[in-house]
């Protein structure tokens, strides 16, 4: 369904790594997530790093400073899928705390993660390296990670 996208020439904004972990360790990270409806069911990834790896979740990032929310979905909607969404609805914020980290030394992350339905404006869809596959799930949604459940049930 997908094709892996090299993120390589992508400008990104990059916070020292001693700050970041002192970032991850005492502040909430504030991020947007994508629920993706697509083909009758939504589309997740099957995550390749923490938090959640080896879990089908929604596609989402941190948003940046002076970044809008509806901005930051849009960046995230392209840097990790490489397509256009159009905002359906905004779900609402969800608390996710985690008992995991991609930062060393750090055991947990806490988010305050704004969900959005969105839908795609285009199905050629470009992996970046944070999902191995992408795929359809339709209802009734069962088996899935508890956050992406509670998008699923805020949907209707």
Same mark, same amino acid.
């Given at each position: 369904?997908?094709?892996?996208?090299?993120?390589?020439?992508k400008?990104?904004?990059?916070?020292? #790594?001693?700050?970041?972990e002192?970032?991850?360790?005492?502040?909430?990270?504030?991020?947007?997530?994508?629920?993706?409806r697509?083909?009758?069911?939504?589309?997740?990834g099957?995550r390749?790093?923490e938090?959640?790896?080896?879990?089908?979740f929604?596609?989402?990032g941190?948003?940046f400073?002076?970044?809008?929310?509806?901005?930051?979905?849009?960046r995230v909607?392209?840097?990790?899928?490489?397509?256009?969404?159009?905002?359906?609805s905004?779900?609402?914020?969800?608390?996710?705390f985690?008992d995991?980290?991609?930062?060393?030394?750090?055991?947990?992350?806490?988010y305050?993660a704004?969900?959005?339905?969105v839908?795609l404006?285009? #199905?050629?869809?470009?992996?970046d390296?944070?999902?191995?596959?992408?795929?359809?799930?339709?209802?009734?949604?069962?088996?899935?990670?508890?956050?992406?459940e509670?998008?699923?049930?805020?949907?209707?």
């Open positions: 369904m997908a094709d892996q996208r090299n993120q390589a020439d400008p990104t904004t990059r916070i020292p #790594d001693d700050e970041w002192a970032i991850v360790a005492n502040v909430p990270l504030v991020s947007v997530d994508l629920v993706i697509h083909e009758g069911g939504v589309l997740l099957f390749e790093n938090p959640a790896r080896g879990e089908w929604v596609p989402g941190t948003v400073k002076n970044e809008t929310l509806t901005d930051a979905l849009y909607a392209d840097e990790e899928l490489g397509v256009d969404v159009t905002i359906e905004r779900l609402g914020t969800f608390e996710h985690y995991t980290s991609d930062v060393e030394g750090i055991d947990s992350k806490h305050l704004t969900a959005f339905e839908t404006d285009d #199905d050629n869809l470009e992996m390296t944070q999902h191995s596959q992408l795929k359809v799930f339709e209802p009734p949604y069962e088996g899935l990670h508890p956050y992406v509670r998008y699923l049930d805020a949907l209707d």
